[in-house]
């Protein structure tokens, strides 16, 4: 089956004001409706989506490398806070007009908080992790993800070291197919999507697990901003066959609560590689908010 993962129409970097890189790769035409993508956990710039969506749609696909993943340099230290000023001279730099974002697994908090911060017009959170911190899951939490997040509040510093310890595109790849139902197995481990998938693991993690390992923390800690306070539409995706412990532990219903202009698609027959089964409605969706 094609799952739409298709090679980048163009790759690149920009550099930014303080002399580090941000890889980006690109699918659709140059003066398509740009559509920003972050990426899931421990993937690259170059595993795309909606391949044979985007350009009959005039989609500007958009996908970033956070920095110490792919081609982006590392940011020690870094914040969703940072993410948002990087974004921000991308935008920029390669003349984005009103661009709005996806933000798939891992992916979600960092773009919430493009939109948080004002850079992006809609969002398409995609099975996506939610504020795993907040005070609402704090009886619902898988405990092995309820430690992580532990972890992450009492030390930071000593967490990040573990999750570098642990992260490897292999031992990801062990966990991703081991956790999944039939339903995102039977996407991951379709040879086409699998080399795709593999290879942009390998390519995050190029320069070693430290940016997987700062995505991490921010995604197991408390976001720096109230989701109550982003202003722009919002689709929550959620497949209810997803099994991931660490995307939404209530599948986006009581985030869909807290974002005013949320809404939540549940559907009942996905699970979380929704983006891949569901790419052109996830793109047609977000681009009737933006068009």
Same mark, same amino acid.
């Given at each position: 089956?094609?799952?739409?993962?298709?090679?980048? *129409?163009? =790759? %690149?970097?920009?550099?930014?004001?303080?002399?580090?890189? =941000?890889?980006?790769?690109?699918?659709?035409?140059?003066?398509?409706?740009?559509?920003?993508?972050?990426?899931?956990?421990?993937?690259?710039?170059? =595993?795309?989506?909606?391949?044979?969506?985007?350009?009959?749609?005039?989609?500007?696909?958009?996908?970033?490398?956070?920095?110490?993943?792919?081609?982006?340099?590392?940011?020690?230290?870094?914040?969703?806070?940072?993410?948002?000023?990087?974004?921000?001279? =991308?935008?920029?730099?390669?003349?984005?007009?009103?661009?709005?974002?996806?933000?798939?697994?891992?992916?979600?908090?960092?773009?919430?908080?493009?939109?948080? +911060?004002?850079?992006?017009?809609?969002?398409?959170?995609?099975?996506?992790?939610?504020?795993?911190?907040?005070?609402?899951?704090?009886?619902?939490?898988?405990?092995?993800?309820?430690?992580?997040?532990?972890?992450?509040?009492?030390?930071?510093?000593?967490?990040?070291?573990?999750?570098?310890?642990?992260?490897? *595109?292999?031992?990801?790849?062990?966990?991703?197919?081991?956790?999944?139902?039939?339903?995102?197995?039977?996407? +991951?481990?379709?040879?086409?999507?699998?080399?795709?998938?593999?290879?942009?693991?390998?390519?995050?993690?190029?320069?070693?697990?430290? $940016? +997987?390992?700062?995505?991490?923390?921010?995604?197991?800690?408390?976001?720096?901003?109230?989701?109550?306070?982003?202003?722009?539409?919002?689709?929550?995706? +959620? %497949?209810?066959?997803?099994?991931?412990?660490?995307?939404?532990?209530?599948?986006?219903?009581?985030?869909?609560?807290?974002?005013?202009?949320?809404?939540?698609?549940?559907?009942?027959?996905?699970? $979380?590689?929704?983006?891949?089964?569901?790419?052109?409605?996830?793109?047609?969706?977000?681009?009737?908010?933006?068009?």
């Amino acid at each position: 089956m094609d799952y739409g993962v298709r090679e980048p *129409a163009r =790759l %690149g970097r920009i550099r930014l004001p303080g002399g580090r890189s =941000l890889g980006w790769a690109e699918w659709g035409p140059v003066d398509g409706t740009p559509v920003l993508v972050c990426p899931g956990a421990a993937t690259s710039r170059r =595993l795309g989506f909606g391949g044979g969506v985007v350009d009959a749609a005039g989609v500007r696909l958009v996908s970033v490398d956070r920095p110490g993943l792919g081609a982006s340099d590392p940011d020690p230290g870094r914040t969703l806070t940072g993410w948002a000023a990087d974004i921000r001279h =991308l935008i920029h730099e390669r003349a984005l007009r009103a661009p709005s974002a996806v933000g798939f697994s891992q992916g979600a908090p960092f773009a919430l908080a493009l939109a948080a +911060y004002g850079l992006v017009d809609a969002v398409a959170v995609v099975s996506g992790s939610d504020e795993l911190a907040h005070p609402r899951f704090a009886h619902s939490l898988d405990p092995q993800v309820r430690g992580m997040v532990d972890v992450v509040a009492a030390d930071p510093g000593a967490a990040e070291a573990s999750f570098a310890d642990f992260g490897s *595109a292999d031992t990801l790849w062990d966990l991703i197919i081991t956790t999944s139902p039939e339903a995102d197995r039977t996407v +991951y481990t379709d040879p086409v999507f699998q080399h795709a998938f593999r290879r942009a693991m390998a390519e995050a993690f190029s320069q070693g697990p430290g $940016g +997987y390992a700062r995505d991490t923390v921010l995604a197991m800690g408390r976001w720096p901003f109230d989701p109550a306070d982003i202003a722009v539409p919002v689709d929550l995706w +959620y %497949g209810q066959q997803d099994t991931s412990p660490v995307h939404s532990p209530d599948l986006g219903e009581s985030l869909a609560r807290m974002i005013p202009k949320a809404t939540r698609h549940l559907l009942p027959a996905a699970g $979380g590689s929704l983006l891949w089964t569901h790419a052109e409605t996830v793109l047609r969706t977000l681009l009737a908010h933006v068009r």
